[in-house]
Each structure stands twice: as C-alpha cells, then as structure tokens.
C-alpha cells in the first residue's frame, strides 16, 4: 500500500476458505530456531498498527505481534517489508521513516534506523558490511538507494538513482537491479547498480512502473511492470488513451528484451505486481487485477500470458516458499481488522489459512 493513495479504488477482498483457521494461532512467541516465515502485516495508513508475524513450518501455526511481544513497544506506521541478512531481520517501516532493526533468534530490537531515511521501502543485504534500502523520498517520487552501514546500523551514503519510485531490488553478482516503480508519478527504467563503487552503471527501459523483478534458472530476469493509469483528478475516471497496461517482461542481465506480454485493459483495476518464482526457478508467479488481485502462474518457457488464474481468490500480497514450494496468497478485507495467509501447494489446493495482523503485504524466509 502507498501513501496518499485516495484515488484506489476501495479494496475487496473474497476468500472461500475451504479449511478453517487454525486454532492455535495467537500472539505467543515462536520457539527458538524455528524454521517458516515471517509475515509483513501493513496495517491502516496513519494508524501505527503494523506488526509481524511468523508460521511455523514444523507446526504449522501461526505467532503474532512478534515485535511488540519481544520489545513492549509497538512496531509503528505501515511496514512495507521485512528482509533477513546475517542472522537478523530487518523491518522497513515506511509511513514512520524508519528501518527497525532485530535479531531472528528472539525478535529482539538492535537498532532503530532513522536518520538519513524518508520514505523507505525494501531492504538487500549486499555484502557483510553493507546493505541498500530503496527509498521514495519525502515527496513520492526522487527516487534513490541508502547505502546502510551494517557494521553500525547507519547510512553511509546515498545513491541517486535518476528515477521515480525506487522499489524491489535483485542482486546479481555484483550488481543490484533495482525496479522503479513511480511512486507517486510514473517510471519505466531499472536501474543497475555496482555494489563495489556504489554508484548507477546503467539503466534499462521497460514498460511502465515495473514493481519488481526476479531470476530464473536459465539466468533471465522477469519483470512485472504495473502499467499506467492516467485519471481525471476531478471525477477520478480512467483516461484510457492515457494509460497503458500491465506487462511481463523477459530479459538478460544486459538488458536484452526477448519477450514482452502486454495485457489489454488499463486502469487501477487492471495493474500487476508481486512477482516471485519457485525453488526450480522455472515457474513464475505473480497477481494481476488491481490492488488486490488473483494470482496468475506463468511457466518460463511460455510466450503468451496465462489464460486463467491459479487461484480464484483475491489476495494483497503474495510470495512462494523456497522450502516446501508451497504459493501464499495474503488477504487484507479491510485495514482495520486481521487478515489471513492462505497455503496453497503447487497444484493449487489449499492446504491451510491463517489469521495474521492487518493489512498482510508479503513474507520473508528463513
């Protein structure tokens, strides 16, 4: 979820759960050395009710409210994504201009990230000593990358990307591919980044406001590309010769486009985010439909986009797990009250649901 995002359409969430929530999740704490994943739980914009959750593989139960359990204190505004580098995690909470630093073993806090950060976004280990944070800047679209310094848990520098939005990073030998998505305005580039001299070594038109991107077996990147959506700001109508649609793109590291799948249909409702892929590296997944939307699976050897969806239901995020290759789909009805992770396996049966915080955006593995 952005800020200021007035003009999205109000979300809708459908789920037809077919196993009932498990009874033993709660807001106890995970055993030690735990195995699963965490999930980022966004919360209301404004309403400083983000948290964290975590699922256990081993027992297949959800803990909740991981922070505030660990530190007594409340994580803060809008957490966007959470990553885990050398044994601890790190929590980028956007709308309170902050990185929170923890370890994994018990959640407890290391360090508070403030200065130096405005409007941060995701978060990549690069190296021992150093890390980089996408960042929107304080108005949505000067786009750069904080260089954070993990030896002391400090930027070090920042890097001036020349684009709108920075958003998801990939790291690729010694370069970190960095899609820009808008933010608040529209980009279509990826920039490319050299982790040793920290500065922009080129950059890469796709199509617009890419959202992230991924690698599969073979060594191509994938690139889902929102698309535009020009509007009427008075009436908030599509301007459909405006906008343009939502797209897949093939690539190499170079650049090289060797396949692009744009959709037809334009508007807010017709966007696609949330790229991820699994363990084999060769099947692709991804949501298309608006805010909240179905997840669609795409092999890498395919050359159309998918004729039906691998899911019927609506979810905010999505992420696959590299362990067991189960698809979590993350459900947000609303952003004042707790939503759920569904599980599905790789054949698209629904294994379990689980209630979470509110406003759940993705996971994170360990």
């Keep these: 979820m952005i800020k200021n995002s007035f003009f999205l359409p109000v979300l809708i969430a459908i789920g037809a759960f077919l196993f009932s929530c498990s009874n033993d999740d709660g807001s106890s704490p995970p055993p030690t050395g735990a195995e699963g994943f965490y999930i980022v739980n966004e919360g209301g914009f404004g309403k400083g ?87 929107w800047g304080a108005d949505g679209v000067s786009g750069s990358v904080r260089v954070i310094d993990l030896t002391t848990n400090t930027v070090s520098n920042t890097i001036q990307t020349k684009s709108q939005g920075a958003n998801r990073m990939l790291l690729v030998g010694n370069e970190v591919f960095l899609a820009n998505s808008g933010g608040f305005g529209r980009d279509n580039k990826i920039t490319v980044i050299d982790i040793n001299s920290d500065k922009v070594v ?69 966007s696609a985010s949330n790229i991820n892929i699994n363990a084999a590296g060769d099947r692709i997944y991804y949501l298309y439909g608006g805010t909240s939307g179905k997840i669609y699976s795409l092999s890498i050897t395919d050359t159309s986009l998918p004729s039906s969806p691998f899911t019927s239901d609506l979810y905010y995020g999505l992420s696959v797990d590299p362990i067991t290759d189960n698809i979590i789909g993350c459900e947000a009805p609303d952003f004042n009250s707790s939503g759920n992770i569904d599980i599905y396996n790789s054949a698209g049966v629904l294994q379990s649901t689980h209630s979470v915080g509110i406003g759940p955006n993705g996971c994170t593995y360990l």
């Excluded at 459909?240 to 650049?255: D, L, V, W, Y």
């Design 202 to 270: 080129r950059q890469i038109s796709v199509t617009d406001n890419p959202d992230g991107i991924i690698q599969d077996t073979d060594g191509n990147l994938w690139v889902v590309c929102k698309g535009h959506t020009a509007f009427d700001r008075a009436t908030f109508e599509v301007i459909e010769e405006e906008s343009t649609p939502a797209s897949i793109i093939k690539m190499n590291t170079a650049g090289t486009i060797s396949l692009r799948l744009d959709y037809t249909e334009v508007g807010f409702s017709f």
């Design 49 to 135: 009710n983000t948290s964290v959750s975590f699922y256990d593989r081993t027992n297949a139960n959800v803990s909740n409210d991981l922070f505030l359990t660990a530190n007594g204190v409340t994580l803060g505004d809008q957490a966007q994504s959470i990553a885990v580098h050398d044994g601890q995690a790190y929590i980028v909470v956007q709308n309170s201009s902050k990185i929170e630093v923890v370890k994994t073993d018990d959640f407890s806090s290391v360090a508070t990230i403030r200065e130096g950060v405005e409007s941060p976004r995701y978060f990549i280990g690069v190296s021992d000593t150093k890390g980089y944070v996408s960042d």
